[in-house]
């Protein structure tokens, strides 16, 4: 769901607690509606992670709507800014501030303070908050504040600790071609050249064992270029500067040298 689509869905829910709050018959009941909508979440909650739990699943928009209504008539029930209950805001906002991208998050956040700061306004005859209720409306946008400056900060920190992950996976990736490169070529100098060599001595010879060499040579160089190949296709990205160009010059060398030999002997 986007995040104009969540917006909405949330806003919504903040104008449905309200409006609730203001028909008298239904208010009396608000406690009970409170239950019966937590029980519902918990449901659901349920239903898509297949166990029960208060953390939502991602991309659980509807969810969080009903967690939101929940949490609006549980304080505006008992007193909004001067409920027994308003510390359980904090808690909401943390789950606004976790599930929503940030805007969304700020814009359900200045609707919960409008919705506190009018069901509190409505109950008083006078029209007058207590120095209790200001304080804690006040604390409302410092602490969301708060909520999505720490949610900014994990979320890049999670992103440079991918990134290094990344960097460090493909380092090693390229350290083990490079062995697998140095290894052939150290494999090709040490003992496929000196027997090319020694076989090239007598090439008329020797005809079929440098046919045979060469055959062997030709395929863990196959082997080896698929493998590196392989790696490429599926996004695993190597870096081998240079050192496969050099062995197939090497072997191209070779072949060369084989044929120059057979024509000699002719």
């Known amino acids: 769901m986007n995040e104009n689509k969540q917006a909405?869905?949330?806003?919504m829910s903040v104008l449905a607690a309200y409006l609730y709050?203001?028909?008298p018959f239904l208010h009396y009941y608000s406690l009970q509606t409170f239950a019966l909508v937590s029980v519902i979440?918990?449901?659901?909650?349920?239903?898509?992670r297949g166990r029960f739990s208060l953390i939502l699943p991602e991309g659980a928009t509807f969810n969080l709507a009903l967690l939101n209504f929940a949490f609006l008539l549980l304080t505006g029930a008992s007193g909004s800014l001067a409920s027994s209950f308003f510390a359980i805001t904090f808690i909401q906002l943390f789950f606004l501030a976790l599930n929503l991208p940030t805007r969304a998050a700020l814009l359900i956040a200045l609707?919960?303070?409008?919705?506190?700061?009018?069901?509190?306004i409505a109950a008083r005859s006078d029209f007058v908050l207590t120095v209790a209720e200001w304080s804690n409306l006040a604390a409302l946008p410092v602490v969301m504040l708060f909520y999505v400056f720490a949610k900014?900060?994990?979320e890049k920190a999670y992103q440079n600790s991918l990134l290094l992950g990344a960097e460090t996976r493909e380092l090693l990736r390229a350290k083990s071609d490079d062995q697998a490169v140095a290894e052939f070529v150290s494999s090709l100098i040490n003992r496929r050249l000196p027997m090319l060599e020694f076989l090239l001595s007598f090439p008329a010879k020797n005809q079929v064992a440098i046919e045979s060499e060469m055959q062997?040579?030709?395929?863990?160089l196959n082997?080896?270029?698929?493998?590196?190949?392989?790696?490429d296709r599926t996004g695993e990205t190597t870096v081998v500067t240079g050192v496969d160009l050099s062995v197939e010059k090497l072997v191209d060398k070779v072949e060369i040298e084989v044929i120059e030999g057979q024509a000699d002997d002719k």
């Open 111 to 120: 609707e919960v303070i409008v919705f506190h700061f009018s069901v509190s």
């Open 21 to 23: 709050l203001q028909v």
């Open 8 to 11: 909405i869905l949330l806003t």
């Open 223 to 231: 082997l080896l270029l698929r493998q590196i190949e392989k790696k």
């Open 41 to 48: 979440y918990l449901l659901l909650q349920k239903r898509q």
């Open 216 to 220: 062997v040579l030709k395929r863990d």
């Open 152 to 154: 900014l900060q994990y």
